[in-house]
């Protein structure tokens, strides 16, 4: 076996068990099916979902974080009815990228996670209404869904930051010896 491909199997993926990542998953949809819809900012809501998505994505190789991904939009797409496996396409897709933006980097980055945060959220929704427009949904209500998407890209992106600081609080806090 070379060389490159023994360094390539000891690389180690600090992703989360499939245990956690299941019961994250299953808290954020729990969370955007039945309060976070009223908490909106000129329509936009934090998608759970995609951050949970994203913090798997950043950390897992990118077999597992496409399948997470599709794991995700799947059940978006079966508890939103009418969406035609939209969720499922650009949620694994979305995943796909966030996996491949986040490697070589670290994952602990605030600017870097935030940046693939936005751009996920804005990929993941223009690849919604592709296929939303390509069963037949209108496509003149564009801008309305842009504009809600880069609310959307900007909330999800507060929210990270805010997660990320509040875990570096909690690790520093721990770590310090009392």
């Not at 969720?87 to 940046?115: E, H, K, M, N, Q």
Request: charged fraction near 15%; proline fraction near 4%.
């Amino acid at each position: 076996m070379s060389s490159f491909r023994s360094n390539l199997r000891a690389t180690p993926y600090r992703e989360p068990g499939w245990e956690r990542a299941a019961l994250y998953l299953a808290l954020a949809l729990l969370a955007q099916i039945t309060f976070l819809h009223f908490f909106t900012l000129r329509d936009a809501t934090v998608s759970p979902v995609l951050i949970a998505v994203i913090w798997f994505a950043i950390q897992a190789d990118a077999r597992r974080a496409v399948i997470y991904g599709f794991a995700a939009g799947f059940f978006e797409d079966m508890l939103a009815t009418g969406t035609g496996g939209a969720w499922t396409i650009s949620t694994t897709l979305t995943a796909l990228l966030a996996g491949t933006l986040s490697r070589g980097f670290f994952a602990d980055s605030i600017p870097l996670v935030a940046g693939i945060v936005v751009l996920s959220t804005l990929v993941r929704d223009l690849t919604f209404w592709l296929v939303m427009q390509g069963q037949g949904y209108p496509p003149g209500l564009g801008a309305l869904h842009f504009h809600r998407a880069l609310w959307q890209a900007l909330l999800n992106a507060t929210c990270v930051i805010v997660l990320m600081l509040v875990m570096r609080y909690r690790e520093r806090g721990l770590s310090e010896p009392k």
